[in-house]
């Protein structure tokens, strides 16, 4: 076991790093498109801030219907794409594009449930002292449910860990690429095992830090 994991530990280790640069970046972004995505769902739905229901159900639709899409037949999907954007087709890069696409969907639905915990005597409130709907957004809404919008982070983050294992089946690297290469191809079994208990150990610490930060904001608030 000692020499399979001298051996490998390199191998490991870059793997490792590429899967938490997918996380990180395709994290980053895809809540960058899907926080203001989310926000719009929710403020045009029927008794929200700013109804517009024709706007709600074209974004709604949107959402779902790339939220339908298996992620392995996305990725694929956008491959001509991804290969445009980053200039190659194999390796972490490429796969930046299909895990936002993927995930910001899913971020939208988070940000529009942590919302719908706020209290709406807290928007009528600052609707009555004369709030803008974009002052409510920015000084009620977004500042009220932050607690809530940190554990969605976490999830979004976990989720993405998930998908970028996944997208190691068609070359974009990670550890999911080592476990399919390595553990599934060469029938290096322990390698497959090594690869599930790194990424249990990241998502172990991703959910148990968010977690902790989303208690502490929830103490400074009361």
Known sequence: MNELIARYAPLLLQSLEETLYM??????????FGLPLGVLVYVTKDGGIHPNRPLNRVLSWFINLIRSVPFLILIVALNPISKLIAGTSI?????????????????ARMVESSLEELDTGVIEAAKTMGASDLQIITKVLLPESVPSLVRGL????ITLIGYSAMAGVVGAGGLGDIAIRYGVHRY????????????VVVVQVIQSTFNLTAIQIDKRNR
């Open 91 to 107: 390796g972490p890069k490429s796969s930046i594009f299909a895990l936002v696409v993927a995930a910001a969907p899913f971020v």
């Open 188 to 199: 290096e079994d322990s390698v497959m095992y090594i690869t599930v208990i790194l990424i």
């Open 23 to 32: 996380t990180v970046f395709s994290t980053v972004l895809a809540y960058v």
């Open 154 to 157: 976490s999830i979004s983050a």
